[in-house]
């Protein structure tokens, strides 16, 4: 069946309210494992940050399939094979890209602040030591 979702985008109260809970349990996972246990906007601002997060993962090709079509194998055409995992990996990319707070600084990647590639595992964080220590 072909889609035209750029047309048209599918809503289901049911299903945000999901991805709107999976969005925060990855928030917070983050959160605890910043340094400081801190994100870059506070309580109140995050809150409106998790629900432009579940919007954009709503409008998620995936997901505008899904809601059409509700076929439960669509998920199995994804690497994490399972809506809800699939739902959390969409959380943290787009809190990795716009928070600048991912929580998997592995060997070669950038940090997110001052674009230094990463040698070797430091802390498990995004950013170089030296950006950390300015955080």
């Not at 999976?22 to 809150?47: C, F, K, Y």
């Not at 994804?78 to 809800?84: A, L, V």
């Not at 928070?99 to 990647?109: A, K, Q, R, T």
């Amino acid at each position: 069946m072909e889609i035209d979702l750029e047309t048209r985008l599918y809503f289901d109260r049911e299903i945000y309210n999901i991805i709107l809970i999976h969005s925060a349990r990855a928030w917070e996972r983050t959160r605890v494992r910043m340094p400081s246990q801190t994100m870059p906007l506070d309580n109140i601002q995050s809150t409106e940050a998790i629900e432009e997060i579940a919007t954009e993962i709503n409008e998620d090709n995936i997901i505008q399939r899904f809601l059409l079509e509700r076929d439960g194998d669509i998920w199995l055409e994804t690497e994490q094979s399972m809506s809800d995992i699939y739902i959390e990996h969409l959380a943290i990319e787009i809190i990795n890209r716009d928070y600048y707070c991912d929580v998997s600084m592995e060997e070669g990647h950038k940090c997110h602040k001052c674009g230094s590639i990463n040698t070797h595992n430091q802390d498990d964080f995004s950013f170089c030591n030296q950006c950390l220590t300015h955080l």
